[in-house]
């Protein structure tokens, strides 16, 4: 019997003995500086631009005669949808003049394709407030399938500056704050110089202006290459598709989507 306790005692011992502690996660490499900032990408001390009340909402804002509409409040005709790299039917959901993204069915990708342009996007986050920073209301204007301007709940929702509502994403924050509460529609109004290549050189940087819910958050600013990267441009076409980002299925609605193709003064 006082062997057997004595061996059950070591056993019991051993099995108690504290686990090794876990060994220490490796620090992510510190993002690169923007060109010509002392800030990175993502920099959580970045400082927040102040808030501005934007005023009552004046939308739904009709398009010009001129405009072309990529969204009439009736269907996705306009679009089609990339999922995992592969162009898929778009199978986001259409409703009450809005269309609204559905986890699982990729981003929507405008089947024209545009080079400088205005455009006009009204969006609005989910009402019922879910998850914290970038978890919350999540989607992206994506001019050219390259240069992403931020949709987000901003409404008391603190996250690093260049990642919130109307930040030019990992580049630029908004001049001011200027989102509304969750689940009111909000309004982009873009104006969009497109980027000029000579065979793989840059001749000309893409430049924009962005007005939210009518409040001037950039103005002429130059866009430091695609978003995600280290201010490299690579070249593409003159004229590529707008995209809508589905960010992890966040419900972000959208609506009255116009854009209006700007021409060189100089031509007829």
């Not at 062997?3 to 060994?23: H, Y």
């Not at 103005?219 to 809508?244: F, N, Q």
Request: glycine share 8%; charged share 20%.
């Amino acid at each position: 019997m006082r062997s057997f306790s004595f061996w059950f005692l070591a056993v019991s011992l051993l099995c108690a003995q504290p686990a090794d502690p876990p060994a220490p996660a490796k620090p992510k490499p510190e993002r690169p500086f923007l060109p010509g900032s002392k800030w990175r990408a993502n920099d959580p001390n970045r400082p927040l631009p102040p808030k501005v009340d934007p005023g009552p909402p004046m939308l739904p804002l009709p398009p010009p005669s001129d405009a072309i509409v990529l969204f009439n409040g009736k269907d996705l005709s306009e679009w089609t949808a990339v999922l995992k790299n592969q162009t898929v039917e778009p199978g986001w959901k259409v409703q009450d003049g809005y269309m609204e993204v559905v986890p699982g069915t990729g981003a929507l990708v405008s089947k024209r394709k545009f080079g400088s342009a205005q455009y006009h996007i009204e969006w609005a986050a989910p009402t019922e407030i879910k998850g914290s920073g970038q978890r919350r209301g999540n989607s992206g204007v994506i001019l050219m399938r390259r240069y992403e301007l931020q949709v987000l709940d901003s409404w008391d929702n603190p996250t690093y500056a260049d990642g919130m509502a109307a930040a030019f994403y990992g580049q630029y924050p908004p001049l001011v704050n200027a989102s509304r509460k969750p689940g009111e529609w909000q309004s982009y109004d873009i104006i969009f110089e497109a980027p000029v290549f000579n065979g793989d050189q840059l001749v000309k940087a893409p430049y924009a202006t962005v007005l939210h819910n009518g409040v001037v958050v950039h103005h002429h600013v130059k866009i430091l290459g695609r978003t995600r990267t280290d201010g490299s441009y690579l070249p593409h076409g003159p004229e590529e598709p707008l995209m809508l980002q589905n960010h992890g299925g966040d419900a972000v609605r959208f609506r009255n989507i116009w854009v209006r193709p700007l021409r060189n003064p100089e031509e007829p």
